[in-house]
């Protein structure tokens, strides 16, 4: 695409599955790609591949602050997108997460994000344009049992982006969300020492369902039906990026645009008995 070349953009979670594939696809359309990850070693594995990497971790104001000024300073401050990955699942019945549980989960899927998307934004007011792009979740609108905490990380996300849209409307800054159902991913892999680490299996009154949920997180293949690679969401990101008129959601797998359409014409309790059985 012309003039990609002098576009810059910031993604997190470039480690693995969408954050390397969608860094990966961009450079490959011209974009100059910041693919940060938390861990020096994906740094340096990230930065043997040709990709110009970063450490940056979510939990950490100073990373966050350390990481967006090498950017900017790197680009002549100058920003074109930033697309929010970097996430992780915690599972668990809502009444067996503790307080320090569920604030971690939001550290990283919340907190982090929003205090990166506010660093970036002046930049992005400043040479007058910018696109933000936040990946949320089919669990951004749709809840599912012993996924409590991501769920509502996600809910937080969505809320935060439709408001952050609607505060930028008098700009040329625009803010989407992608929605991904199942993507083939380390994330069931990235969220089982969190469950192992955070949850009393055995103490708790659901213990028969997580060890279900244990064998679902040790699978080494896809367990869903309709898991997507996660191409398809750089498919999403990259119109979000060079559409005039991005969309304010993109759906990502047929368990998004399924449980979106239901979710419109189905009475509560109807969507609930589904989302129980999923």
Same mark, same amino acid.
């Given at each position: 695409?012309?003039?990609?070349?002098?576009?810059?953009?910031?993604?997190?979670?470039?480690?693995?599955?969408?954050?390397?594939?969608?860094?990966?696809?961009?450079?490959?359309?011209?974009?100059? *790609?910041?693919?940060?990850?938390?861990?020096?070693?994906?740094?340096?594995?990230?930065?043997?591949?040709?990709?110009?990497?970063?450490?940056?971790?979510?939990?950490?104001?100073?990373?966050?602050?350390?990481?967006?000024?090498?950017?900017?300073?790197?680009?002549?401050?100058?920003?074109?997108?930033?697309?929010?990955?970097?996430?992780?699942?915690?599972?668990?019945? *809502?009444?067996?997460?503790?307080?320090?549980?569920?604030?971690?989960?939001?550290?990283?899927?919340?907190?982090?994000?929003?205090?990166?998307?506010?660093?970036?934004?002046?930049?992005?007011?400043?040479?007058?344009?910018?696109?933000?792009?936040?990946?949320?979740?089919?669990?951004?609108?749709?809840?599912?049992?012993?996924?409590?905490?991501?769920?509502?990380?996600?809910?937080?996300?969505?809320?935060?982006?439709?408001?952050?849209?609607?505060?930028?409307?008098?700009?040329?800054?625009? *803010?989407?969300? *992608?929605?991904?159902?199942?993507?083939?991913?380390?994330?069931?892999?990235?969220?089982?020492?969190?469950?192992?680490?955070?949850?009393?299996?055995?103490?708790?009154?659901?213990?028969?369902?997580?060890?279900?949920?244990?064998?679902?997180?040790?699978?080494?293949?896809?367990?869903?039906?309709?898991?997507?690679?996660?191409?398809?969401?750089?498919?999403?990101?990259?119109?979000?990026?060079?559409?005039?008129?991005?969309?304010?959601?993109?759906?990502?797998?047929?368990?998004?645009?399924?449980?979106?359409?239901?979710?419109?014409?189905?009475?509560?309790?109807?969507?609930?008995?589904?989302?129980?059985?999923?």
């Amino acid at each position: 695409m012309t003039g990609t070349d002098s576009r810059a953009v910031l993604i997190t979670g470039c480690s693995s599955g969408i954050g390397l594939c969608v860094a990966q696809g961009l450079r490959q359309r011209g974009y100059r *790609v910041f693919a940060t990850a938390r861990k020096l070693q994906d740094v340096d594995r990230l930065n043997a591949l040709g990709l110009e990497s970063l450490p940056l971790d979510l939990d950490d104001s100073d990373s966050i602050n350390w990481a967006v000024d090498e950017i900017l300073a790197r680009t002549g401050g100058r920003l074109y997108g930033l697309f929010n990955n970097g996430a992780y699942g915690q599972p668990g019945a *809502v009444e067996d997460l503790r307080r320090e549980v569920l604030r971690a989960q939001f550290e990283t899927n919340v907190f982090g994000w929003l205090e990166l998307t506010n660093r970036v934004i002046p930049a992005m007011r400043r040479q007058g344009h910018g696109r933000i792009i936040m990946n949320s979740s089919v669990l951004g609108f749709a809840a599912m049992p012993m996924r409590g905490a991501y769920t509502a990380s996600k809910f937080a996300v969505e809320g935060l982006s439709d408001t952050l849209r609607m505060e930028l409307a008098d700009t040329p800054i625009h *803010v989407a969300l *992608v929605e991904p159902g199942p993507i083939k991913s380390r994330f069931r892999a990235n969220a089982l020492p969190h469950f192992l680490n955070n949850i009393d299996i055995d103490a708790s009154p659901h213990a028969g369902q997580y060890h279900a949920t244990l064998i679902r997180l040790e699978s080494e293949g896809p367990v869903v039906p309709f898991t997507l690679p996660p191409e398809a969401v750089l498919k999403k990101v990259v119109h979000a990026l060079e559409s005039r008129r991005p969309k304010a959601r993109y759906y990502v797998t047929v368990p998004t645009y399924l449980f979106g359409y239901l979710r419109r014409i189905l009475p509560v309790w109807v969507m609930d008995h589904i989302l129980r059985r999923v």
